[in-house]
């Protein structure tokens, strides 16, 4: 397996613009997070799904934020409307079990202009 | 707030000693794990440690648990330029994802 594969590793948008970053966990793993990465703030939580259902979303910081996982092999995390604020690398990571071992893809880098 | 909390903040030692990193945490945990970043990639897992383990090993990397205090320890033995990374702990609680603490920026001088 090629581990989890996000896309795209960059982003640059404007203020204002819509953002999705995309997510194809382990093929297998039953657990989908998403986090994002600031140094202010550190690895936060952002909402995790288990068996393509949305668990917790309750990191979700604002309505602009909204993650999807319509299937097994796919998850998208989208910013309506973007903001300067929303800069950090995002990081989506997959597991066989709630608690179990994370592997995580190798990020978004997201700034917002 | 943060479940867990490394400690100390930045390491910085010489290539061949041996680098200690701390994990506090505030909540009983179902086990607790490390993980290493090394600069613009992702997370890496290191080791898992259940509640009920003291100690575990795995290569160079000794990590004990005490769930009285609260704590876990991670200990990098014969350090190496390429041990130079981030270093998260990580707990499972059962009640939600895993908390990450802030982390632990290790540099190991060559």
């Known amino acids: 397996d090629a581990g989890v594969i996000q896309s795209p590793r960059h982003e640059v948008t404007e203020m204002g613009q819509e953002v999705t970053l995309r997510c194809k966990p382990i093929?297998?793993?039953?657990?989908l997070f998403w986090y994002r990465q600031t140094m202010m703030r550190g690895l936060e939580l952002l909402i995790y799904?288990?068996?393509?259902?949305?668990?917790?979303d309750s990191g979700m910081p604002e309505d602009r934020f909204s993650a999807k996982m319509p299937n097994a092999s796919f998850s998208t995390l989208k910013i309506q409307p973007s903001e300067p604020r929303d800069s950090a690398v995002y990081f989506c990571?997959?597991?066989?079990?709630?608690?179990?071992?994370?592997?995580f893809g190798q990020g978004t880098r997201l700034t917002v202009v | 707030s943060q479940q867990g909390e490394e400690d100390p903040q930045a390491l910085s030692i010489q290539e061949g000693e041996n680098a200690t990193m701390n994990c506090s945490y505030k909540?009983?945990?179902?086990?607790l794990q490390w993980y290493r970043q090394n600069s613009g990639r992702g997370l890496v897992h290191l080791i898992l440690?259940?509640?009920?383990?003291r100690e575990k090993h795995s290569g160079r990397l000794r990590v004990t648990l005490d769930t009285s205090k609260k704590s876990s320890s991670l200990l990098i033995t014969a350090s190496r330029a390429a041990d130079t990374a981030s270093y998260f702990c990580?707990?499972?609680?059962?009640?939600?994802?895993?908390?990450f603490g802030s982390g632990t920026r290790l540099q190991v001088q060559p």
């Open positions: 799904f288990n068996n393509n259902v949305p668990i917790d």
């Open positions: 909540t009983s945990i179902n086990n």
């Open positions: 093929s297998g793993h039953d657990y």
């Open positions: 440690i259940r509640s009920n383990e």
């Open positions: 990571a997959s597991s066989l079990g709630q608690g179990a071992e994370a592997f």
């Open positions: 990580a707990t499972d609680t059962g009640r939600r994802a895993l908390t």
